[in-house]
């Protein structure tokens, strides 16, 4: 497998990254039309963090590292590692001393669309990552891969310099032509639930507050008190 190594691609601005390191994971794909969601089966090493950074992505052989070790030195502050296999691989191709390296190039976090390891260490030293499995299987250094293109991970796209949002429920990816839009429409949808959330405190149905009593009739959904539901079965 022959490979490229993109230097210097075009990233989100930094203002919008860090917007959006204010919202959720469910905001910003609610925001964007219920999109950009990487999958379930990503899921965090720790629990209670949110990060957003622009993505260095790889591509890799499955079961080995080396490309990793190249996206080191393409890695800067407010990055965040993107890791994709060529095949499916759960093989714990990133660890502690990855993760070091990148801490100390302001690189805000991990996602690896394989294995991960040394999961007690990153969570010690505050190094965020969201892996598809967690293995302490090695790797090889064998096969040339790429660095900064774009790479699919559960039917999403994610090219270099786009936003990488991720918490607790997961991870997301914003287009980075998209990020200002995405803020401002996250801005709104946050506002709308601050209403909402204040009318369910004073007591409101979301029934009422939504009109889907409406859509209940419409779709032939009746009320029947317990005796006419009793009194109608055989």
């Not at 991720?166 to 209403?195: F, L, Y």
Request: proline share 5%; net charge negative.
């Amino acid at each position: 497998m022959s490979g490229v190594i993109i230097t210097n691609p075009p990233k989100a601005a930094a203002k919008d990254v860090e917007a959006l390191a204010g919202f959720g994971v469910a905001t910003v794909s609610e925001a964007m039309g219920r999109t950009g969601l990487l999958g379930p089966d990503i899921r965090p090493v720790q629990q209670g963090v949110r990060v957003a950074g622009t993505a260095v992505t790889v591509l890799s052989w499955p079961g080995d590292n080396l490309m990793i070790h190249a996206a080191v030195e393409q890695c800067g502050e407010g990055d965040l590692l993107v890791v994709t296999t060529t095949s499916p691989s759960t093989d714990g191709m990133f660890g502690e001393l990855f993760a070091t390296a990148l801490h100390r190039r302001g690189v805000r976090g991990l996602v690896i669309n394989a294995g991960i390891r040394d999961t007690q260490e990153l969570r010690e030293m505050g190094f965020p990552a969201w892996a598809r499995a967690v293995s302490a299987q090695g790797t090889v250094k064998a096969t040339g891969g790429s660095v900064n293109v774009p790479v699919a991970i559960d039917g999403q796209i994610v090219r270099p310099g786009d936003v990488i949002l991720a918490d607790d429920d997961g991870v997301v990816v914003v287009p980075r032509e998209r990020a200002r839009e995405t803020v401002e429409r996250s801005q709104a949808r946050e506002a709308k639930e601050a209403a909402s959330r204040a009318a369910f405190l004073d007591g409101q149905l979301g029934l009422d507050r939504y009109g889907l009593r409406e859509k209940l009739s419409q779709l032939g959904v009746e009320y029947r008190t317990f005796e006419e539901y009793e009194g109608e079965r055989p």
